[in-house]
């Protein structure tokens, strides 16, 4: 479920229903938050969590989670199930008969895609509600006359035969036939006459004439089709379809506990969360831009060479493959994508080889890069590169352009220099902007393979928190990226080794920060298709705007993320001192973690103010995360632990929050850390917060605040437990 999706029905609950409503507690202090009930009733559902572990999450009891969750439940029927869960139409009804018809079964109303879902996660107390002898708990849903694969209603039971299944609703079609609201059919069986519609079934509903039995010698090509089909259908018909038993609403073993009701409730209000979600994605996805998929004539991809599409290759692993004409002769490459047209006029006599060039696609998306990472593709006198990226993603422009900009490149307009080159200011003309302008260092660590893999990233990305690349230059031997401009520079320029006369951020302004920064960076895992491994998180290539509005930058390290099973990515690694996660840097497999353990390093670094690494500092407190770690341990040394330059000038209570974030963030283990989303989860209610300026003069200090004081530590998806005076971290399970 997406956040906004999330947070649009806790909105709704919070305006509608008065149990989400804040509230104070017996000491008059606000009590828990709807979000907190939301996210109490939704991990229930999802994972399966007993509700006594949602305390040490949330900090809500065990009976207040259960009562999270029903209230949670009943407003989403009622606030949402008219929307995201309809009954069967008539018009759904005739669609059904003429779908049983084009399958053989003439007069057969059914569902067109019926499901069994297994309930991998069935909280214990509820199991033996869905379960037979494998102990497996199933809830079988039919989709009838599903339409981008919602479910328009469903029946609820165990799998296995009638006698064995414990059900909880009847089909809506099958009362319309009952009842006679189903459109009138005739057919014929056996020379009979009838006409009602019917369900595939073999004697279990002797009582409705409406269910005819397999048919006993078939006479006919069709008669014969007819039963052989219905024979193979009916035990899964009697899974689906035994609604008439007299062991209707019959339940079993621990969850006689729950009334049906009550289940009734939960599962229906699962199936509209289930159809909300899939509108939400559907629209997601269904947001194009149809230019980008037109192609022109002068853009087709020559007959004599085929580029092989892999979606799911990663930004580094590169190859290409061609089908016809391996020779040397003088041809036009012309590689026709989603998003870049690469045109490559080559020389028979100095076109490389396979051993030197690989062209591959990730996504939609074309990239050129060598095999030896320092050495340049094609030389600029046997090979003119250039590359178009369609619509408004990004554009291109000529060397001499960027030269003019900055005044051929004088050290006035010099701005900095990284791995990739020096990077200048300067502005364009044709597009009146003041842009940042990198230059490729061809003798610098960096080389064209992150050059494409960046482009590439940044031509897919769209967000907020991601720098915006305007366009760039593969002129010849030249490779150059344009930027927007970031007037504020980087976030390191801000926090370590100040000039004279800069103030230093504010508590509120380092929230702000780190709150966008771990945006972009969901943005990266959950929103690009495919998922992107940032992989060089760190504060200098965090970019301030405006009101210190952070972006991510440089992303020529990005990877693909794990696909599939896949729980890592294999790969060399690359990344800086300090801030490279310890499992990564063992074992050389990348996963999501490894950036949310560079966010926390990040995250340290605005709450400390010291570098990830400094080697001007003794041995032992060198490391940012090493001098951190055991001061986790004792509350008391919280105040030790802030930037000097704030001067107190901070809320307690945040920052015993964002302690605990970066904690977190920062464990050994990778499954101990927590997802991203989490993390922006409670890093916006910090960064939202408003705090009083005068709380100097009004709070204690670390050591007299009263533990009950600090108890409310984050309000979303973080763990933090108290005990005396000592706080240990603890985690969310998310892998």
């Not at 870049?340 to 006029?345: A, D, G, L």
């Not at 890069?369 to 590169?385: C, G, I, P």
């Not at 370590?496 to 709150?515: E, F, N, Q």
């Not at 100097?696 to 530590?713: G, H, I, S």
Request: net charge neutral; aromatic share 10%; with cysteine.
């Amino acid at each position: 479920m997406n956040k906004s999706l999330f947070l649009r029905i806790v909105n709704r609950l919070s305006e509608k229903l008065p149990y989400f409503q804040p509230k104070k507690d017996a000491r008059f202090r606000n009590g828990v938050s709807p979000l907190q009930q939301c996210t109490a009733a939704i991990r229930l559902l999802a994972y399966g969590t007993s509700s006594d572990s949602v305390d040490e999450y949330l900090r809500i009891g065990e009976s207040t989670a259960r009562e999270c969750l029903e209230h949670f439940v009943v407003g989403i029927v009622d606030l949402f199930g008219t929307e995201y869960l309809r009954r069967p139409t008539p018009e759904d009804l005739r669609r059904l008969l003429f779908y049983g018809e084009k399958r053989g079964f003439p007069g057969m109303v059914g569902s067109i895609d019926c499901m069994h879902w297994k309930w991998k996660n069935c909280p214990t107390a509820w199991k033996g509600m869905y379960s037979r002898g494998t102990s497996k708990p199933t809830i079988v849903l039919e989709a009838v006359a599903s339409q981008d694969l919602w479910i328009c209603h469903a029946f609820f039971g165990a799998p296995g035969t009638s006698n064995d299944l414990n059900v909880l609703d009847q089909s809506p079609v099958f009362n319309d036939i009952i009842y006679g609201r189903a459109p009138e059919v005739t057919y014929y069986v056996n020379g009979r006459e009838y006409n009602l519609a019917y369900y595939l079934t073999d004697g279990i509903y002797p009582e409705w004439a409406t269910f005819v039995k397999s048919i006993p010698k078939p006479q006919h090509p069709e008669h014969s089709l007819f039963a052989e089909r219905q024979e193979g259908a009916r035990k899964d018909v009697e899974r689906a379809f035994g609604v008439l038993q007299s062991r209707f609403a019959m339940i079993k073993n621990p969850s006689i506990l729950w009334s049906k009701g009550k289940i009734a409730y939960i599962m229906r209000a699962c199936l509209i969360l289930h159809n909300m979600i899939v509108e939400d994605e559907r629209d997601s996805y269904t947001l194009y831009d149809e230019n980008e998929f037109r192609q022109d004539d002068e853009t087709e991809i020559p007959r004599d060479l085929t580029f092989s599409v892999n979606m799911a290759t990663n930004l580094e692993g590169l190859e290409i493959k061609t089908t016809k004409n391996n020779d040397c002769t003088p041809k036009k490459l012309t590689v026709n994508t989603n998003i870049v047209h690469k045109n490559v006029n080559r020389d028979n006599h100095t076109q490389p080889s396979s051993d030197c060039l690989k062209v591959s696609l990730c996504g939609d998306v074309t990239k050129e890069v060598v095999t030896k990472e320092d050495q340049l593709a094609l030389d600029a006198k046997d090979t003119y590169v250039e590359d178009e990226v369609i619509g408004k993603k990004a554009q291109t422009f000529t060397f001499e352009e960027l030269a003019v900009s900055t005044g051929n490149f004088k050290s006035d307009c010099f701005l900095g220099e990284g791995g990739f080159g020096k990077v200048y200011k300067g502005f364009i003309e044709k597009i009146n902007q003041v842009v940042a302008i990198k230059q490729l260092d061809r003798n610098g660590a960096q080389g064209i393979r992150e050059f494409v893999v960046e482009v590439l990233t940044l031509s897919l990305a769209d967000h907020p928190n991601l720098v915006k690349l305007i366009g760039f230059c593969a002129e010849g031997a030249q490779r150059l990226l344009v930027y927007e401009y970031m007037p504020l520079g980087s976030l390191e320029n801000h926090l370590h080794d100040l000039p004279h006369g800069r103030k230093p951020l504010v508590w509120s302004t380092r929230m702000k920060i780190a709150a966008g920064a771990a945006r972009g960076l969901e943005y990266l895992h959950d929103t690009m298709k495919p998922p992107v491994i940032y992989r060089d998180l760190k504060c200098s290539n965090i970019l301030l705007g405006e009101g210190y509005h952070a972006k991510l930058s440089d992303f020529g390290l990005a990877k693909v993320g794990p696909r599939g099973s896949e729980t890592h990515v294999s790969t060399r690694v690359m990344g800086t001192y300090g801030y490279c996660a310890p499992d990564y840097a063992l074992t050389g497999q990348l996963t999501f973690k490894s950036d949310v353990y560079s966010f926390g390093v990040v995250l340290l670094e605005l709450i400390t103010g010291r570098k990830a690494y400094d080697n001007s500092r003794t041995r032992n407190h060198q490391s940012l995360v090493e001098w951190a770690r055991p001061l986790f341990k004792d509350r008391k040394n919280f105040k030790k632990m802030v930037d000097p330059l704030l001067e107190g000038d901070y809320p307690v209570r945040a920052l015993y929050q964002a302690l605990a974030i970066a904690a977190m963030c920062v464990q050994e283990q990778p499954s101990m850390r927590p997802v991203i989303a989490d993390v922006v989860m409670a890093l916006d209610h910090l960064a939202s917060s408003k705090y009083d300026h005068s709380h100097r003069q009004k709070q204690p200090n670390v050591t007299e605040t009263k533990v009950d004081e600090a108890k409310t530590l984050i309000e979303s998806n973080v763990c933090v437990e108290e005990k005396q005076e000592e706080i240990k971290i603890c985690s969310d399970q998310a892998t």
